[in-house]
């Protein structure tokens, strides 16, 4: 059954990196377009960045500049580097494919303290 499982969430003060992971199992990853969400307690989920099968890369305008996307085929996992983090960023943060929509994994939690 498709799921994924992410990973490389903690808590890091303003101003601090994590590199999130995500692991996809029994999907169609190489030919899927991937994203990384986040939820914050509260909210709705929103898409933070997307990254297309050819790796053509977008994000949200609250993320550009601090947060890289990218994915790596052969090992069927996507990453998210995070740099410049600030407590509005605090989430769980989940990956998926956008036209797809498999079950969600467990996610991963990020908490910036100030």
């Known amino acids: 059954q498709a799921h994924f499982v992410e990973s490389g969430g903690g808590a890091v003060q303003a101003g601090g990196s994590l590199r999130l992971s995500c692991a996809a199992f029994a999907t169609t990853f190489s030919a899927d377009n991937m994203a990384w969400y986040r939820q914050a307690p509260g909210g709705p989920r929103e898409l933070v960045a997307r990254?297309?099968?050819?790796?053509?890369?977008t994000y949200n305008e609250a993320v550009k500049g601090r947060f890289t996307i990218s994915r790596d085929n052969a090992k069927n996992t996507l990453y998210l580097e995070m740099n410049s983090l600030k407590p509005e960023d605090t989430a769980r943060y989940y990956c998926?494919?956008?036209?797809?929509?498999?079950?969600w994994g467990q996610g991963t939690q990020v908490t910036v303290s100030s």
């Open positions: 998926n494919a956008p036209e797809v929509m498999y079950s």
């Open positions: 990254i297309s099968s050819g790796s053509s890369k």
